[in-house]
Structure formats: structure tokens, C-alpha cells
């Protein structure tokens, strides 16, 4: 029988294919920013950036996720070149000192991602899916990362304020489909894409764990489902926590999607995370026998 937890592959750029060593697949958050929602400013400088980078790599995250302009909800836009500045002396060095390392950039610029994707990055992780700079589609095509396709509705500054769907799990599902044949008839492979449902992006809490509850939704396009629920809005609303107290109930919430069938994760705390997915690997393993 094949195993629900088994993923269609995902490929970065030139073609390589990331196999991680597991039934899922981690990413780790490093945020370079003065001003993200839950750890803005600890690692803002280079050096404190690129010692969280490599801690999280020791720690056994398959991808670097590295952002330098904060997509929290009501933050501001930063120039291209100001998020250059913060990000390209973190990349070259996490790519001098761990050539290994598979690392995305989490951004929508078009100027970015391509000065990034020439410095040694593997992946672009988009929110606005080409909408915020139609440039972006461009340099997809050109240097054929992975990326991640995330649906959100608004810019950061305004998408909290009162978004409304008619059914969000059918507007989501034709979102990925509207979307996937856009890029695949621009020239980006398939194989290099994953799904991001974009959980806290222009949606209310209702609308958050209508999605979490039925992530089988996108199973039928055949690609990867990357979440990214690391500390985020829902926690407060459902629990009443702070962001500095939701690191549990992300592992719980981690471990849960996974035994739903998402094989990719975009985390600020790997070690926990990978705690509760070994764990929830293992439990699998057990109830299939």
C-alpha cells in the first residue's frame, strides 16, 4: 500500500530534487528583519542571522528560509535595495560556510530574487504569487527555482482588515488551479512547485482552520503542501496566547497536519518541530502494522 505521507517530488533550482531522509520535510525561519511578528530584531545583523542559520541547520532543518522584509499583517514595504542590504551578506555566507545548504528567499521582488537566486539561493518563497511585482514571473522563468505558490488576498498593510470569501475552500482550490497553469505555461516546471495555502494572509480565524481542516483539498493537483503555521494569529485566537507562547501548540498543530498529509513545514523552532514529527512518523508506524 503507498504510504499517505509519501510526496510527489519537489525540485529547486537546476533541477535538483530535495529528498529529505524522512517521511516530511522541514523548514527553518531565519528572519532578518527588525520587525517580524515574533522574533523582529534577535537575529536582524548578519552575524546573529547567520549563527541562527547554521544552529537551525544543526538542528536538521532541510531548507533555509531567509526573509529580510517583514510580511507580518500592517508592515510596511521595503525597497528592493534595502532588502538586498539585509539579505545578501546573510545568503553568501550561509553559502560559503554550508555549501550544502538548500536556501529559499522569501520575498516578492523581482530585483531581489534574481540578485538572490545569483548568489546562491535554491528557491523563491512568494506570498503575492507574481501579483505585487509581475517582474517576479520573469526571473521564474529564467532561473527555474523551486517555489512556493501561497495564496493570500491584500498586501500585508491592509489584509486583515475585514477579508471576506464566499467559500474559501473552493476559492483556495481554484486559486492553485488558476495559478499552477499560469506558471507552467510561462515555462516554470511543475516539479518545481509547492502549495502554501497561506494561513493568516488576508483571512480570519474561521477562515484559517476552515482550511486546516481539509488540506486533502489540494491533494488532487499532485504537488507538495508546504505549511507555514509557525506562532501564528490562530494560536491567540483559539487559545488566547501570545506569540511567545505558542511554540507547543505549533508542534501539536506541526504534528496533526502531517498525519493529514502535508509533507513540508516552515518553522521557527526545528528542533521541536522535528521532535513532533518523528514522533508522529513513528506513531504511524505503529497504528499501520
Known sequence: MRDTHESAAWHAKGGRRLTPPRAFGVMGIVNITPDSFFDGGIHADAAHALAHARRLLDQGA??????????????????????????????????????????????????????????????????SACSFDPGLLDVLIQYKPGYVLMHSRGRPATMQDAPRYANIRREVTAFFEREMARLVRAGLPENRIVLDPGI???????????????????????????????????FGGLLGLPPAARALPTAVATALLWAKGVFWHRVHHVAEAMQSLLLAQNLHCTLQR
Open 62 to 127: 532541510d531548507i533555509l528560509d531567509l526573509g529580510a522584509e517583514s510580511s507580518r499583517p500592517g508592515a510596511t514595504e521595503l525597497a528592493p535595495s534595502q532588502e538586498l542590504s539585509r539579505l545578501l551578506p546573510v545568503l553568501l555566507c550561509v553559502r560559503r560556510q554550508a555549501p550544502g545548504a538548500t536556501i529559499s528567499v522569501d520575498t516578492y521582488h523581482a530585483e531581489t530574487a534574481a540578485a538572490a537566486l545569483e548568489a546562491g539561493a535554491d528557491i523563491v518563497n512568494d506570498i
Open 200 to 234: 493568516g494572509f488576508g483571512k480570519t480565524l474561521e477562515h484559517n482552520l476552515e482550511l486546516l481542516q481539509h488540506p486533502e483539498d489540494w491533494k488532487g493537483f499532485g504537488r507538495p503542501v508546504l505549511m507555514a503555521l509557525s506562532m501564528k494569529s490562530v
